[in-house]
């Protein structure tokens, strides 16, 4: 029996105190690995069984949620890293210039601010400067000075709408496709329909920012009414990954407990289980479990592997910015955070991990993007934190042949409103605020099967989406149908009704971003 | 991030200071403020504006119904003279008022005439009069539109040609025109509102009279011109007066067809540029409500039609004539036409319960063993054996109670020899408490329990706990079924209605909440939807829900038998946050009578007068203070004050005075106080408003149900499931389908019960669905008792009995059992008694024989009993359980698990709505933590617990690594296997052999084989021997992520804060700071410590080896320490991480400074021995015993003699050996030892709880 590549035998001899000669259980050759592949091809224990357990738990992925799937058709995309800029970012700041609007800087306008709420305010124009740049001539402020290189490689969409102009619901929605609490996040929709190419890290993996969680928390990564299994996963990008993935800080908090030690218990453990099956032969849910704990080993090892960004060059770890220092406002973190966040993504879906959310922004207000209380103040701290890590995420994905199969997504749960918030005429507008803005936003797109370029246009304010209108359903709709998946047929049975992450409304693929 | 008004204005007044003073909002510990909302600064930026807390349909539906009925006859805005000089013909005239003054002053209900009248608070003045004083529940209807700023939109959405209330036709026709025309001769100050409405607009004054029915020639003139080529270019295409068929309804054929409107309800209000639909939509303001839907109208074209409507929307020929043709409405309204009824009403689960006789089967025990045997043998398949009794003691006690039986109960019952041993099993655990905490917990996943909110906020929703023990006690006491629905739907309209059936109408308030909607028309009927929802679903197994919309998919319902089915719901009062009053909407006392009422009543207003009092107190120091600082400024003012009155110049006379009278600002007070006492003011003015609404008394409050009050509403069809589009009014109604016809469906004796403020339209739903003739009720219940004995329904889909659910397997079966369940008197446990009594539920589980595994594989027939995973809970409590420390106390206030940082972090503010975990409350049953929408204990969440928000009818059953990780290495785990290891040991002795015997013996009934007991052996010395060489170590590690919520922060103590060894130490929280939007970070200085508490340490010689884990940001040696609150003094010798350096702190109790540092590699995870000498002021550092000490400090400030400490924060910190040497005398520091056959025994023991035969039942 060839050793596992991802268990280096000799590396445990070595630290394990005790004799390491023993051949165990997992290594033996007749489990294991072998088990798991068995498992996987459903042939250990026949398929009929395991078709008769499936379907004894009401679900055909219940046996195995996660065993990798194809897609409907083919496309290119088989990951997809999506950059969440939580609080919403100003539109008419960043990408969608709107040289009527600084015109008319101060004058006064109907604004809908809240829904049904209709009424006059002050216009707030832009303060920074756009250029056009690259061959498509992609619109970007000079508040991206990283980013703008890259304009190339973005399909800009910026004519999106969404339906609350509150977080909470806006954050669920652009997550899960519902403004309601409950729904599947889009990562379990994917993992659901694909599973994971790599099985000893989660399918499906959160990073969140270090000032805080997204409001409404977890919520916003649960698989809803789909088994537990399709969540998002938290990853911490330093100190342990992964919730309880090591044995030595958990044991009783005493230490000494050992990898090599640990797998000598699930080893034991399965020695045990497999007296147990015995009796049970054909129960192809009690070996699933039994190959579980194999994969929860094997875990151990490549979460802390995956997040080991010294095995990185310098230059890569500095394109990134982890050497850049925090900014000077007081709630500034500086790139070095979310670069070390987007260098994990790439070394997490180069290993197969099929959806990767970053969140940047995180708690409240101007520590989001979330910038009621001065719009220029907002971009001075999120700007700088975020524009060098996605100019290097971009190349870097680009340099190792990643950007072919992945697709990135950056943008919030909305924009914002082309007038103050607080400011009255002739105020200084550094303290200009913009409130949420559901009724135009701007996303964008890059990698694996976009067509570089820009779709949609907003009015001449950038107030609200007029040319090419699309609904957040439209966005995931053409999210599934980059990954290879047909909204009408990845589908979820709930409540009486063939749920879709798109909802009942009929989506519309947004054809211009697709190459 | 504005929050619903309600909660806005409750706590304006504290968040004022929030502005004015970020620093006053201290921790409230053990005060009612620490459970509040906390103020969202966001949300007082505006404090003047009028919010929008309520659409139009609020007020139409529910204040002009009880204006229109209460005060129109004498105030009606179409009556010949009016009283009081008040006539109600809207907002403007409102406040404008009569002889009296304004009668509302929009946002301060307390400031509004009418408000104080119909409170009848003030003997001068109470209206209605004559003692026709409104229910509580209008006053609160009133108070609340006063509060949001009393919005009377031109129209109610129903429109001109449908009143939304059904009141007297003379007034109903003339208020909803009133406003917007222009009351016929009315008041001047109505008259302006149609162009006030909205700012901006076109400043057209209205036309005379009824406007726009006698037009100007100007004004047709303008309408040829300017509005019928703007009409034909872009509406007619669709809504031209001349097609066939038309989009939505609405036919432009003239000035009463845009009245008349379409499905959505009428196009315009003649005068109103707020309320015409058809503004709204060429607008393009409202996502769904967007015309032309392909082009938008230029500026230009926009403002020639609010021009036109702003005149009355004139238009030639007709002009309006009623009567003139109109396009049918609901033509087009989606409404599916093809349902037929009569061919629906033939599905299986519609028709009524025929008891089956069960076949004549040889060897069958039971009815339902003949059922089964009977198609077993059709089918030529052999049942599997019995199974043995070890395996039907632990299936009965897991079934049954969610708890393993222990190794005595076990053996009573394998040696009992009586024939009826089964049948006394069965009874006992029936009888037994714990079995209302396992079933019970089968019901709150129906019903989607959980004690908050969700949303951004996820605020507590208070005393929800109340009524998951009253779903264990219901259980318990085998309450009957269709009593158990009665007191849940309508527990409080019953005419024997108690505490009990008060608490039970909890289950309206279980759902979602959304306290920032988008839109709060629908958020209301988003609620409503939710809750008929799960009835539906979980009463009667109907996917009623689907048609919302529109007709439903699959199943023979209509969308307006949706509507009439939420008719029954209609009057229920929208959940709103918590509010302990007598006329709270979600809150009741329930144990009222006046006199107590009247005390809490003045126990409420004393306790806000007693934080008044303490505010003025506060102020009054903060004035004096700013006063001293003034003078301290103004030396020559100072000095004048200080001279004797008489000898003070005019000028320094003035001077004074007016430094005297100068009124100082909110800052300057504030800022003038010190820190602490400037917290003191933002708490209690902050608790001012928490008290008026979250004062509980002694009354005994709980979480119920109530409605509105007045008649019932109407409820309409809403187009597309959309409150915007309302078409007819629906009858009473329950799904015609379930009836033989239309007219049987009808619910018209609806009577409001005695002295009750309700309408009865629940007590007549719940005794429609527990009525023994429903025909899916017990069909449902019967299922679902099956499912959790057989591990699956027999009706797969036990939430849907529809055509989209799974057939019955075995439908005569559940007839059967049905038939009997209602016979029987609807008693649960008897049915499980029946159930278990069978032969088919006693069988193996085991799939021994191939023939019928060839079969039947998924085992549909039940030729064998189903092996099934524990869920989380009975996973838990078995753990629990095993570990000998599982806690048997019963109901009460949930506990919180205790949740690793990781968790806490994922919240924008980590910890807010949690609370601190409590070792005494820790090993309670799980039916008993905490339910938190937004946070989930892992351990539950990877065992498949359902996310619960939505009503889950089965658990998923998922196989995943994480699941593994958490049994291998969660704390809780670790705790359990050290718990049930030390168990072992104490009831086992040293011997191995017996240490294995008695692990299996406790947690899984039985000896372990030769094999088993092999391979345990081996593996406890294989452990042994690699625990040998780990030398102990204590660890240190934070507790919480990098920031938390300052409320829950507040709750903690040290060892919350720290996590360490407990015997013999003291935790401190250290000082927390660096403030923003209520959450606190650790000052990097002043962390977290721990002192040691058995050793006094002044001058000589420490010694320390440890190690710093990765991804920990420091760790620390303390010396010369003392407590100084939650900070402390003394000297601190600091390894940090990142970069790698040693650093000397002093800390003199109020702040930190670094005294020395040095550059040192010991962030790198490795082992690090640190020497400290001490000696007076002289202090130096040498790292790994090397030579010249790294860190000197001559003159250190803390000489006197204190505790020996640590801290740590991020990951951790490990110490393996600590050497105090004081003169002659040395202490050592190190964790206690434990003989490795003790950890070693720990590990098996971890990994017994791991088997899958401890986590599956056979």
Redesign the interface.
């Known amino acids: 029996m060839t050793p596992a590549p991802s268990r280096p035998d000799d590396e445990l001899r070595e630290e394990c105190p005790g004799d390491r000669t023993r051949r165990g259980f997992l290594r033996d050759g007749t489990a294991g690995l072998t088990l798991l592949t068995l498992l996987a091809q459903g042939g250990l224990f026949g398929e009929a069984a395991r078709a008769a357990a499936a379907a004894a738990a009401g679900d055909p992925r219940a046996s195995d949620p996660l065993a990798p799937r194809p897609q409907h058709f083919p496309a290119k995309a088989k990951h997809c890293i999506f950059l969440f800029m939580f609080g919403g970012p100003s539109q008419m700041d960043l990408f969608d210039p709107k040289p009527e609007l600084n015109q008319r800087d101060g004058q006064t306008a109907d604004i809908e601010v809240r829904r049904h709420d209709v009424h006059p305010a002050v216009l707030l124009g832009s303060q920074r400067s756009f250029k056009q740049y690259g061959q498509t001539g992609g619109w970007c402020s000079d508040a991206f000075p990283k980013l703008s290189a890259h304009m190339d490689k973005l399909a800009v969409i910026k004519s999106l709408y969404t339906d609350s102009f509150a977080h909470g619901s806006a954050v669920l929605q652009m997550n899960s496709g519902q403004a309601l609490q409950g729904h599947p996040a889009m990562g379990s929709w994917l993992t659901y329909a694909l599973g994971t190419e790599n099985r000893d890290l989660p399918g499906f993996v959160v990073m969140h920012d270090q000032r805080g969680g997204p409001i409404s928390g977890p919520t916003n990564w649960s698989s809803g009414y789909m088994p537990a299994a399709y969540q998002g996963t938290l990853l911490r990008s330093t100190g342990q990954p992964l919730l309880y993935l090591s044995p030595d800080a958990a044991a009783g908090g005493r230490g000494g407990m050992s990898r090599a030690m640990q797998l000598d218990q699930i080893e034991t453990l399965n020695r045990l289980n497999a007296e147990h099956l015995a009796a049970r032969a054909g129960d192809s849910e009690l070996s699933a479990r039994m190959a579980s704990y194999d994969l929860a080993y094997r875990m151990q090892e490549s979460a802390p592997e995956a997040l080991d960004i010294e095995k990185e060059s310098e230059e890569t770890r500095r394109g990134y910015g982890l050497y850049e220092p925090k900014g000077s406002h007081s709630l500034s973190i500086g790139p070095a955070p979310f670069g070390r966040q987007c260098l994990i993504a790439r070394r997490l879906v180069e290993r197969g991990v099929r959806f990767v959310q970053i969140y940047n922004g995180g708690g409240h207000q101007q520590q989001t993007w979330d910038a009621h209380q001065g719009v220029e103040e907002n971009l001075s701290i999120h700007c700088p934190e975020t524009d060098q890590p996605i100019a290097m995420l971009l190349a870097d994905l680009e340099r190792t042949g990643l950007l072919e199969e992945t697709l990135v997504i950056w943008g919030g749960e909305f924009g914002r409103q082309p007038v103050s918030q607080e400011a009255v005429a002739g105020q200084d507008k550094n303290s200009g605020g913009r409130d949420h803005n559901p009724k135009g936003f701007t996303m964008w797109m890059a990698g694996a099967g976009i067509k570089p370029g820009s779709v949609g246009e907003t009015d001449e304010l950038g107030s609200e989406a007029v040319v090419e209108r699309h609904h957040i359903r439209d966005l995931h709709a053409t999210v599934l149908q980059l990954m290879g998946l047909d909204t009408h047929k990845l589908t979820y049975r709930y409540g009486g009704l063939e749920r879709k992450l798109t909802g009942v409304i009929e989506p519309e693929i947004i054809k211009g971003v697709l190459a | ?2 929050t619903r008004v309600i909660a806005v204005l409750g706590l304006a007044l504290g968040a004022c200071v929030w502005i004015a003073a970020p620093m006053a909002c201290g921790p409230a510990a053990d005060s009612p403020a620490a459970e509040a909302p906390a103020p ?3 949300a007082t ?2 404090p003047g504006d009028a919010p ?1 807390a309520s ?1 139009d349909a609020f007020f139409a539906e529910r204040v002009l119904p009880i204006l229109s009925q209460r005060c129109f006859k004498c105030h009606g805005p179409a009556a010949a003279k009016v009283k009081g000089g008040l006539r109600m013909s809207g907002r403007q005239a409102l406040l404008a008022g009569g002889d009296s003054g304004p009668a509302i002053v929009p946002g301060d209900a307390d400031a509004s005439l009418l408000i104080r009248a119909v409170r009848y608070t003030d003997e001068e003045l109470q209206m209605p009069p004559k003692e026709q004083r409104l229910p509580a529940a209008e006053v609160g209807v009133l108070e609340r539109w006063v509060t949001v700023g009393a919005p009377w939109p031109a129209t109610a959405p129903a429109g001109a040609a449908k009143p939304a209330a059904p009141v007297a036709g003379t007034v109903a026709a003339a208020v909803p025109t009133a406003d917007a025309a222009g009351a016929p001769g009315g008041l001047g100050t109505a008259a302006a509102t149609p162009v006030a409405d ?3 607009g076109a400043a057209v004054p209205p036309a005379d009279g009824d406007l726009g029915t006698h037009p100007t020639h100007d004004d047709l003139q303008f309408f040829e011109q300017e509005v019928r080529p703007i009409l034909a270019d872009n509406c007619f295409e669709c809504h031209g007066p001349t097609l066939a068929k038309v989009k939505g309804g609405l036919r432009m054929t003239g000035r009463a067809a845009f009245l008349q409107g379409g499905d959505g309800g009428p196009a315009l209000v003649p005068g109103s540029l707020k309320s015409s639909r058809m503004l709204r939509a060429v ?5 769904e409500l967007r015309m032309p839907p392909k082009h ?1 109208l230029t500026e230009a074209q926009v403002k020639s039609l609010e021009r036109w409507v702003a005149i009355g929307a004139p238009w030639p020929d007709e002009a309006g004539a009623p009567g003139a043709p109109a396009a049918p409405t609901g033509a087009d309204s989606g409404v599916r036409r093809d349902i037929d009824l009569d061919a629906g009403r033939t599905w299986w689960s519609f028709q009524p319960v025929v008891r089956p006789t069960p076949p004549a089967v040889a060897g069958a025990a039971t009815p339902i063993d003949a059922f089964i045997l009977a198609r077993l043998q059709g089918e030529g398949l052999q049942a599997a054996p019995l199974a043995d009794r070890r395996t039907l003691a632990r299936r009965a006690y897991f079934d049954l109670l969610g708890l393993p039986p222990t190794l005595e109960e076990l053996q009573a019952f394998e040696h009992d020899e009586q024939p009826d041993a089964w049948e006394r099993l069965v009874d006992g655990l029936l009888a037994r408490p714990e079995y209302g905490e396992r079933w019970g917990r089968h019901w709150l996943d129906l019903v989607r329990y959980a004690q908050t909110s ?5 605020e507590e929703k208070p005393l929800a706990w109340r009524y998951r023990d009253w779903v264990i006690d219901a259980f318990n006491a085998d309450m009957p079924y269709d009593r158990f629905i009665l007191e849940q739907l309508a527990g409080d309209e019953l005419p024997d209605a108690s505490p009990g059936s008060a608490i039970a109408t909890g289950f309206y308030r279980l759902g ?1 909440w ?6 709060d028309a629908l958020a209301d009927y ?1 609620e409503l939807d939710d809750t008929l ?1 799960t009835i539906s ?1 979980g009463f009667m197994g109907l ?1 009623v ?2 048609c919302r ?1 529109h007709d439903h998919k ?2 023979p319902l209509p969308q307006e038998d949706y509507y009439s089915l939420l008719a029954f719901l209609r009057n229920v009062q929208p959940y709103s946050p918590p509010k302990y009053a007598l006329d709270s909407p979600t809150l009741t006392p329930l144990d009222l009578d006046w006199r107590k009422a009247t005390a809490w009543e003045r126990g409420r207003r004393d306790s806000i007068a007693a934080l008044g009092r303490e505010e003025s107190r506060l102020r009054e120091l903060g004035r004096q203070r700013a006063l001293q600082k003034e003078l301290a400024n103004r030396p020559q003012l100072a000095a004048a004050q200080a001279l004797p009155p008489e000898q003070r110049t005019p000028d320094q006379q003035r001077s004074l005075a007016s430094l005297l009278e100068h009124k100082w600002t909110e800052g300057e007070i504030v800022g003038a106080l010190e820190i602490e006492d400037a917290r003191r003011l933002g708490k209690v003015m902050l608790d001012q408003e928490v008290v008026a609404d979250s004062y509980p008394g002694d009354l005994d409050w709980a979480l119920t149900v109530r409605e509105l009050g007045g008649g019932p509403l109407p409820t309409r069809l809403l187009v597309r499931g959309k409150p915007s589009t309302p078409a007819q009014e629906v009858p009473l109604r329950f799904p015609r389908v379930l009836f033989p016809s239309d007219e049987a469906a009808l619910v018209t004796d609806v009577t409001r019960p005695p002295g009750a403020s309700s309408s009865g339209r629940r007590l007549a739903l719940a005794r429609w669905i527990a009525s023994p003739s429903h025909p899916l009720t017990a069909r449902v219940l019967v299922n679902r008792v099956w499912q959790h004995h057989f ?2 329904g027999l009706v ?1 889909t036990p ?2 009995f ?1 055509h ?2 799974e057939a019955p397997s075995d439908p005569q079966l559940l007839d059967w059992l049905a038939d009997e369940f209602v016979q029987d008197g609807w008693s649960i446990k008897r049915l499980q008694k029946l159930v278990m009594m069978s032969d088919a539920y006693r069988r193996s ?3 021994g024989d191939e023939a019928a ?2 079969k039947d ?3 549909a027939l039940l030729w064998r009993q ?2 099934r ?1 524990l869920e989380a809970e009975p996973l838990r409590d078995s753990v629990l359980a095993v570990a000998g420390r599982l806690d048997p106390t019963r109901g009460g206030p949930s506990f919180y698990p205790d949740l ?1 940082r ?2 806490l ?6 910890g807010e709505g949690w609370g601190p975990a409590h070792a005494d409350q820790e090993d309670r049953r799980s039916i008993y933590a905490y339910v938190k ?4 204990d ?1 351990l539950a ?7 619960p ?4 009818a ?1 658990r ?11 049994l ?4 809780f ?3 359990g ?2 718990s049930f290891a030390a168990r072992v040991a104490a009831e086992a002795g040293d011997d191995p052999t017996a240490r294995v015997r008695r692990a299996f013996a406790l947690a899984l009934d039985r000896s372990p ?1 030769a ?2 007991e092999r ?2 052996l ?2 406890l010395q ?2 042994t ?9 204590l ?1 240190f ?1 934070a507790r919480l ?3 938390a919520d300052l409320y829950y922060l507040a709750k903690l103590a040290g060892e919350d804060v720290l ?2 060894p407990r015997e013999g130490w003291l935790y401190l929280k250290g000082r927390w700071g660096d403030q ?4 606190l970070a650790p000052d990097p200085l002043e962390g977290p410590a721990a002192l040691w508490t058995q050793a006094v340490f002044q001058d000589g010689e420490l010694t320390a080896r440890l190690r710093l ?4 940001h420091f760790g620390s040696v303390l010396l010369r320490a003392q407590p100084q609150k939650e900070a402390l003094t003394g000297l601190e010798v600091r390894l940090d991480a990142d970069p790698p350096r040693l650093r000397l702190v002093e800390h003199d109790g109020q702040s930190a400074k670094v005294v020395a540092e040095a550059e040192a590699a010991v962030g790198d995870g490795a082992w690090h021995e640190l020497t400290i000498t001490a000696r007076g002021p002289a202090v130096s550092v040498t790292l790994d015993g090397g030579g010249a000490p790294v860190l000197v400090a001559p003159q250190a400030a803390v000489t006197q003699a204190g505790r020996i400490g640590l801290a740590t924060w ?3 910190l ?1 110490l393996a050996r600590l050497v105090v040497r004081s003169g002659a005398d040395e202490t050592v520091l190190e ?1 206690p030892a ?1 003989r490795p056959q003790d ?1 070693a025994l ?2 098996l023991a ?2 017994v709880l ?4 401890f ?2 039942v ?1």
Request: aromatic share 6%.
């Open positions: 991030m504005n969202d600064s966001q930026q505006t929008q659409g909205e700012p901006g607008r393009y303001s409202d996502a938008r969700g949303y951004e906020r996820d979602v959304d306290s920032e909607p988008d839109d988003d929802r679903e996917t829900g689907c919309c699959f199943d591990g699956r797969a939430n849907d529809g989209n659910g589980s085991v799939a595994v060839a594989p998924a085992n189903n092996r995973r690793e990781e968790v972090a994922g919240l924008s503010r980590p929408r937004n946070l989930t892992p969440e990877a065992f498949d617990r359902p996310n928000s939505l009503p889950i089965v998923p059953v998922t196989t995943v690594p994480s699941q593994a990780l958490v291998l290495n969660s704390g785990m670790a705790r296997a050290r084989t094999d088993e391979i345990a081996d593996y294989r452990a021997a690699d625990f040998a060489p780990v030398a102990p170590v660890t590690e992520p990098e920031r996590a360490g923003y939007n209520n959450t884990r990765g991804g920990s991020g990951e951790g490990e964790a434990q950890r720990e590990a971890l990994l791991n088997l899958n035969e986590v599956y056979d």
